[in-house]
């Protein structure tokens, strides 16, 4: 079953660049889909698509669909904050709020009115589960966010996005600023969450797009060169650009 539908997708900026060119894909649910090409390729800009963030960026057309549970989420009318609920991010450099490890937490559930402390402290303490982090901060809650480590920093902003309860979980290299024991412990969380979660990743390397992703797709200069299982992607490319991305040729 597929979650995301994009049909026809084009972006262009205001200095002229076309950073995505005619993009069609299906995205399925619960799975861990991974875009993978070189830096500038477009990856990023797919990404901010999916929760409207480009609406921030001097962006002057956009054309084609992007459907979500049948919805297109390009339609002006859209009430983009409930889609950013639905659709949340993590950034490829962990940034906590200046707040303690619980506020961090609960601060979106706060902002949308939520004061039951019950609740706050139920919401807090799942998302810290679900990002793999619960264990090792539970005596530190009250503690502020930037006097643990990097590695559960970026775990804290994990969690911090899925106390929200979002539907689609979206990561831009969340792990390329991560050594590699931090990296292993955010992969394993992602395999968890596919669960109950659809993932897509911008991984920082091919190598972590063979360890955890089931589907891959190959952007190169705003295009989609490729889209399959990552079995197929990484044994039996159908495009030479993608076998010599893979293989190391260039990147």
């Not at 200095?15 to 399925?28: K, Q």
């Not at 901010?48 to 480009?54: A, D």
């Not at 590695?151 to 309860?165: N, V």
């Amino acid at each position: 079953m597929d979650k995301i539908i994009v049909e026809n997708l084009s972006i262009t900026y205001s200095d002229g660049v076309e950073s995505l060119y005619d993009i069609n894909l299906r995205i399925p649910i619960h799975q861990i889909t991974a875009l993978i090409g070189p830096s500038g390729g477009g990856k990023s800009t797919f990404l901010r698509v999916l929760n409207r963030l480009n609406d921030l960026a001097d962006v002057t057309k956009t054309t084609g669909k992007v459907l979500i549970d049948g919805i297109d989420i390009l339609d002006p009318t859209l009430d983009v904050i409930a889609l950013r609920r639905k659709v949340g991010i993590v950034f490829s450099r962990p940034l906590p709020l200046p707040l303690s490890i619980y506020q961090n937490v609960s601060y979106g559930l706060e902002l949308m009115g939520e004061k039951r402390k019950s609740v706050l402290d139920e919401a807090v303490e799942r998302a810290l589960r679900l990002a793999e982090l619960w264990d090792e901060v539970k005596e530190r809650l009250h503690d502020p966010a930037n006097s643990i480590s990097g590695g559960q920093q970026q775990r804290l902003c994990l969690a911090r996005t899925l106390s929200l309860q979002p539907e689609i979980i979206m990561l831009d290299e969340p792990t390329s600023a991560l050594d590699p024991i931090s990296t292993a412990k955010i992969e394993t969380s992602l395999i968890e969450l596919k669960k109950d979660f659809t993932v897509i990743i911008a991984p920082h390397n091919t190598q972590q797009a063979g360890r955890i992703a089931d589907y891959v797709a190959f952007f190169l200069h705003g295009k989609l060169i490729e889209f399959s299982s990552a079995e197929e992607i990484f044994t039996r490319p159908k495009d030479n650009k993608t076998q010599d991305y893979i293989s190391g040729k260039f990147g």
